[in-house]
């Protein structure tokens, strides 16, 4: 791992009225923070793994994104900063997790971060995120007269901890209905419906409804629309280490998600005429 400073995240700005948010795909552990970690922490095995070539297509595309670069493990960017639970009374890891997703601890004994320690990585890591991806919806909206947020994520296919069974591959979440228009909801649902032809299963608000960043930033009545998407990684990568990108199995799925950005798309095109 590296050990110099690194940007807390990568922003690309685009043309189009589209961001797309990838909070989990960082993987750097600064050394003051890993000194106090266990080895099961090392391994990051809860990232979002290979978004960004997933995603290879975006800035041809013209979309502008927004990609961590730091760990989950060092503050999760899509939780609250008061770290309330998305999902009142199931199990969940917070803004600055203790264990992974395997209930593995994180940290040595008696290292976990104190109150002061995670405000901290607030200030330093949080909230320079949370800024930038205001910042720039708020760019999109004066620009375009809507702006379109799509959060990207992927998961382990199968994670006892937390539901039961195998994932579906795609995941769309919208807050239970509150983070985008209903019609916009019904077009990305039939996408992922036509996807089942290729061997892919679905769910809309379902295990996942979207976490802070589509719930908190998702304002339709305000012209601007956010979803989340959590895949399976079976779906593009090996689930096991080393967490391997696979070319090919990317190349499949691929065209499922560039045809979610186009309905995204098409949708802003028609509806920035309205409100301008």
Not at 34 to 58: C, E, G, K, V
Not at 175 to 193: D, F, I, N, Y
Request: contains cysteine; charged residues 20%; aromatic residues 10%.
């Amino acid at each position: 791992m590296m050990d110099f400073p690194m940007e807390k995240f990568l922003f690309h700005r685009g043309r189009l009225p589209l961001l797309v948010s990838m909070p989990h795909a960082g993987e750097y552990i600064p050394p003051d923070i890993r000194a106090n970690m266990s080895a099961a922490a090392l391994d990051i095995a809860d990232t979002d793994w290979h978004m960004p070539q997933l995603y290879n297509f975006l800035e041809q595309l013209g979309a502008s994104t927004l990609v961590a670069t730091h760990s989950r493990y060092v503050i999760d960017l899509n939780r609250p900063e008061d770290n309330v639970n998305l999902y009142p009374g199931q199990d969940t890891t917070g803004l600055c997790p203790v264990d992974t997703f395997h209930k593995e601890p994180l940290y040595q004994a008696g290292k976990n971060p104190n109150e002061a320690e995670i405000q901290r990585r607030v200030t330093e890591y949080w909230r320079p995120y949370h800024q930038q991806l205001e910042q720039e919806l708020q760019r999109l909206r004066a620009e375009h007269g809507v702006a379109m947020l799509w959060d990207a994520h992927s998961i382990a296919s199968v994670v006892p901890r937390f539901f039961e069974g195998r994932l579906p591959d795609l995941n769309l979440g919208t807050g239970a209905g509150s983070s985008c228009a209903p019609e916009l909801t019904q077009q990305l649902q039939a996408v992922a419906a036509e996807a089942a032809e290729a061997g892919y299963s679905h769910a809309v608000n379902g295990r996942f409804k979207g976490g802070h960043i589509t719930r908190h930033y998702g304002k339709p009545e305000q012209n601007i629309h956010a979803v989340q998407l959590e895949q399976t990684q079976i779906s593009y990568m090996e689930e096991q280490l080393p967490f391997a990108f696979d070319e090919q199995r990317a190349a499949r799925v691929r065209p499922t998600l560039q045809r979610f950005m186009d309905v995204m798309l098409a949708w802003a095109h028609t509806h920035a005429d309205a409100v301008k």
